[in-house]
Nanobody
Framework: QVQLVESGGGLVQAGDSLRVSCAASGRTFSGHVMGWFRQAPGKEREFVAAISWSAGVTDYAGSVKGRFTISRDNAKNTMYLQMNSLKPEDTAVYYC???????????????????WGQGTQVTVSS
């Protein structure tokens, strides 16, 4: 049974840093893309960042580019999102997702992912 478990969320102040993790279990995801999405109250789920299996390809939403860094450790089946210079508008539930590599155009699209975690809350106070 495939399971994705996010951790590392919490309450921080604007300007702080936070790292969230996503641990995958149940199978190995060789060749798969891993991604982060987030959903704020009253808003639709939106793409944050994604990374290819080799980590040779990454993609970021414009709102987080330059502040967030996605990485993965395939030996540990774990993905990370380092978030720096956090802003109140980054407040959301952050979800990790895994899917086949369908190309860079699909990476920002939720439909490209087959497995999802339950999410971890990140709250940034002003």
């Amino acid at each position: 049974q495939v399971q994705l478990v996010e951790s590392g969320g919490g309450l921080v102040q604007a300007g702080d840093s936070l790292r969230v993790s996503c641990a995958a279990s149940g199978r190995t995801f060789s060749g798969h893309v891993m991604g982060w999405f987030r959903q704020a109250p009253g808003k639709e789920r939106e793409f944050v960042a994604a990374i290819s299996w080799s980590a040779g390809v990454t993609d970021y939403a414009g709102s987080v580019k330059g502040r967030f860094t996605i990485s993965r450790d395939n030996a540990k089946n774990t993905m990370y999102l380092q978030m720096n210079s956090l802003k109140p508008e980054d407040t959301a539930v952050y979800y990790c997702a895994v899917g086949p590599d369908r190309g860079i155009r699909i990476m920002p699209q939720a439909r490209g992912y087959d497995y999802w975690g339950q999410g971890t809350q990140v709250t940034v106070s002003s």
